[in-house]
């Protein structure tokens, strides 16, 4: 029998026309998140994109299912996904997305813009003082993976030394002069002059950035999360700001988000918060990069060969 492909991607003609080359023989059916009807989940062997979580069990034929974010903690919950279905991430879609956000951020801290911002609107011509350059600075990456890599490059090309934390360091990751594992975490801090969170959520980092870890700090170090708010302890966060350590800190995820409105972040001055706008589909290259992905995965489907970004099989 055919494949049904249900491509819930944002694809151009030009793109739904490889997408067809790709599998000649397969039906394809393009919709959008909240056009997709039932009778088309019901009848798709394989998806791609951004369905909701409880479309999922009313696509009882689905063999294979690939994501249109890297993350995919929604669709691993308990009875989400059905047995024996295939799971594929976008992992690495958004990485320069999300990386650029990351240094703008920094460079805006270093630079004292946030408290600039301040003066401007109550018109203000102060000189904000002593500022930070990446310059021979070392940036401490939680999480060497696509976006902490592309990241850690764009670092080091301003002068930085980079130090990146993983599970495996068997292999080289581009853009870092040293890698460690994880539980170098402790050791790796106090030398750190930007520490930046870009991990996923998991049992082992969930809260990993305590008040005790956030002490070990140097008392003028940055402080970025751009990965899952569930790794950083925000009322920690808040306390050790309200004792005047950190230069600053920039936060694109929280928990929960939004974030709410009687949170004592939002006050902080030298506190930037972003509102998970790091990545999503802000740029046309994450688009084409999730679409390439797909794409060259379903070549692999046909083909038989091993998926890339495999999350479940």
Known sequence: MAEYILNLLPVTEEEKAAFQAAAPRAVHVCAG??????????????????????????????????????????????????????????????????????????????????????????????????????????????????????FAGLCRGLGAHTAGLKRDVSRPVEGFDRLAVMEELDGLLPQADVGALMLPHSPQTEGLMDARRLRLMKEDAILLSMGRGSVLDQEALAAVMGEGRLWGAALDVTVPEPLPQDSPLWTIPNLIITPHSAGGMRLEVTRANCVRQALDNLNRWQAGKPLENLVRR
């Not at 009848?43 to 890297?70: V, Y």
């Not at 301040?118 to 976006?147: C, F, N, Y």
Request: charged share 20%; glycine share 8%.
């Open 33 to 150: 998140r909240r056009t997709v009807t039932a009778e088309q989940l019901e009848q798709a062997t394989i998806l791609f994109g951004w369905p909701r979580p409880a479309d999922l069990s009313r696509a009882p034929r689905l063999k294979w299912f690939q994501s249109m974010w890297a993350g995919t903690d929604e669709y691993l919950a308990p009875g989400v996904l059905p047995e024996g279905v295939v799971l594929t991430s976008s992992a690495g879609s958004n990485s320069q997305s999300v990386a650029e956000h990351a240094l703008a951020c920094l460079l805006a801290l270093c630079r004292r813009l946030p408290q600039c911002r301040d003066q401007q609107r109550e018109r203000l011509w102060t000189d904000p003082g002593k500022m930070k350059t990446l310059s021979g600075a070392t940036v401490l990456v939680a999480g060497a993976g696509h976006i902490g890599s592309w």
